[in-house]
Protein backbone atom coordinates (compact mmCIF):
# COMPACT_ATOMS: atom_id res chain seq x y z
CA UNK A 1 0.00 0.00 0.00
CA UNK A 2 2.44 2.44 -1.48
CA UNK A 3 4.90 2.12 1.54
CA UNK A 4 3.28 4.40 3.80
CA UNK A 5 3.00 7.08 1.80
CA UNK A 6 -0.43 6.96 1.56
CA UNK A 7 -0.93 6.41 5.37
CA UNK A 8 1.49 9.43 6.20
CA UNK A 9 -1.04 11.56 4.08
CA UNK A 10 -4.23 10.25 5.22
CA UNK A 11 -4.50 8.93 8.85
CA UNK A 12 -8.31 7.69 8.54
CA UNK A 13 -6.67 5.26 6.27
CA UNK A 14 -5.70 3.30 9.81
CA UNK A 15 -9.31 2.96 10.62
CA UNK A 16 -10.55 1.31 7.41
CA UNK A 17 -7.49 -1.41 7.20
CA UNK A 18 -8.85 -2.09 10.86
CA UNK A 19 -12.67 -2.30 9.52
CA UNK A 20 -11.50 -4.73 6.79
CA UNK A 21 -9.37 -7.08 9.46
CA UNK A 22 -6.14 -5.78 8.62
CA UNK A 23 -3.46 -6.36 11.66
CA UNK A 24 0.13 -6.43 9.92
CA UNK A 25 1.45 -4.22 8.04
CA UNK A 26 4.22 -4.91 6.20
CA UNK A 27 7.08 -1.90 4.96
CA UNK A 28 10.21 -2.08 2.53
CA UNK A 29 12.99 -0.19 3.71
CA UNK A 30 16.07 -1.40 1.10
CA UNK A 31 19.10 -0.40 3.36
CA UNK A 32 22.18 1.58 2.04
CA UNK A 33 20.41 0.89 -1.43
CA UNK A 34 17.12 2.99 -1.23
CA UNK A 35 18.84 5.75 -3.62
CA UNK A 36 19.85 2.88 -6.27
CA UNK A 37 16.19 1.41 -6.12
CA UNK A 38 14.39 5.14 -6.39
CA UNK A 39 12.58 4.05 -2.99
CA UNK A 40 10.39 5.74 -0.52
CA UNK A 41 12.66 7.60 2.15
CA UNK A 42 13.27 5.72 5.10
CA UNK A 43 12.80 8.45 7.16
CA UNK A 44 8.75 8.86 5.86
CA UNK A 45 8.94 4.46 6.18
CA UNK A 46 10.27 5.03 9.81
CA UNK A 47 8.11 7.52 11.01
CA UNK A 48 4.72 5.39 9.14
CA UNK A 49 6.20 2.09 11.19
CA UNK A 50 6.14 4.06 14.39
CA UNK A 51 2.66 5.76 14.24
CA UNK A 52 1.34 1.89 13.07
CA UNK A 53 2.29 0.99 16.17
CA UNK A 54 1.21 3.32 18.42
CA UNK A 55 -2.50 2.22 16.59
CA UNK A 56 -1.85 -1.26 17.17
CA UNK A 57 -0.92 -2.57 14.42
CA UNK A 58 1.72 -5.29 14.23
CA UNK A 59 4.58 -4.23 11.67
CA UNK A 60 7.43 -6.19 9.21
CA UNK A 61 9.86 -4.80 7.64
CA UNK A 62 11.20 -6.32 4.12
CA UNK A 63 14.46 -5.64 2.87
CA UNK A 64 16.82 -6.80 -0.13
CA UNK A 65 20.04 -7.90 0.51
CA UNK A 66 22.46 -7.32 -2.33
CA UNK A 67 26.57 -7.05 -2.12
CA UNK A 68 26.31 -3.34 -1.03
CA UNK A 69 25.10 -3.97 2.23
CA UNK A 70 25.05 -7.51 2.99
CA UNK A 71 27.23 -7.00 5.86
CA UNK A 72 25.14 -4.99 7.67
CA UNK A 73 22.72 -7.28 9.21
CA UNK A 74 23.01 -5.68 12.82
CA UNK A 75 22.69 -2.29 11.50
CA UNK A 76 19.34 -3.20 10.10
CA UNK A 77 17.99 -4.99 12.73
CA UNK A 78 18.78 -2.54 15.35
CA UNK A 79 17.06 0.37 12.93
CA UNK A 80 13.66 -1.86 12.49
CA UNK A 81 13.93 -2.76 15.50
CA UNK A 82 14.07 1.29 16.62
CA UNK A 83 11.20 1.87 14.19
CA UNK A 84 8.70 -0.71 15.67
CA UNK A 85 8.93 -3.56 13.52
CA UNK A 86 8.03 -7.23 15.09
CA UNK A 87 9.80 -8.58 11.98
CA UNK A 88 12.26 -8.49 9.91
CA UNK A 89 12.62 -10.31 6.18
CA UNK A 90 15.38 -10.12 4.56
CA UNK A 91 14.82 -11.20 0.35
CA UNK A 92 17.86 -11.52 -2.03
CA UNK A 93 17.92 -9.58 -4.96
CA UNK A 94 16.34 -10.55 -8.24
CA UNK A 95 17.10 -9.41 -11.04
CA UNK A 96 13.86 -8.51 -12.51
CA UNK A 97 12.28 -4.78 -12.86
CA UNK A 98 14.57 -1.96 -11.23
CA UNK A 99 16.95 -5.21 -10.57
CA UNK A 100 18.07 -5.87 -13.67
CA UNK A 101 19.76 -2.86 -13.35
CA UNK A 102 21.80 -4.04 -10.32
CA UNK A 103 23.30 -7.52 -11.57
CA UNK A 104 26.67 -7.07 -9.97
CA UNK A 105 25.09 -6.16 -6.96
CA UNK A 106 23.54 -9.56 -6.56
CA UNK A 107 25.56 -11.84 -3.57
CA UNK A 108 28.15 -14.52 -4.59
CA UNK A 109 28.65 -18.09 -2.76
CA UNK A 110 31.09 -16.38 -0.45
CA UNK A 111 28.64 -13.68 0.39
CA UNK A 112 25.85 -15.53 1.09
CA UNK A 113 27.84 -17.55 3.64
CA UNK A 114 28.86 -14.17 5.69
CA UNK A 115 25.48 -13.02 5.24
CA UNK A 116 23.93 -16.26 6.89
CA UNK A 117 27.20 -16.23 9.56
CA UNK A 118 25.99 -13.03 10.72
CA UNK A 119 22.47 -14.06 10.76
CA UNK A 120 23.36 -16.46 13.94
CA UNK A 121 25.55 -13.84 15.59
CA UNK A 122 22.60 -11.15 15.32
CA UNK A 123 20.12 -13.92 16.64
CA UNK A 124 21.80 -13.80 20.15
CA UNK A 125 20.92 -10.17 20.49
CA UNK A 126 17.36 -10.16 19.47
CA UNK A 127 14.52 -12.02 20.60
CA UNK A 128 13.73 -15.26 18.55
CA UNK A 129 10.02 -13.64 17.50
CA UNK A 130 12.04 -10.92 15.72
Do not use: W
Request: hydrophobic content about 35%.
Amino acid sequence: MSNGILLDRDKSLYELLRQHGIEKLTFSIHFGIQQDLKSVPESLVARVMQESKRRGFKTQVTTTITSANYRSIDEMCHKSVSYGADTLQFDRLVQIGRGTRMESEALTAEQIAEFFGQIVEVRKKYPKKF
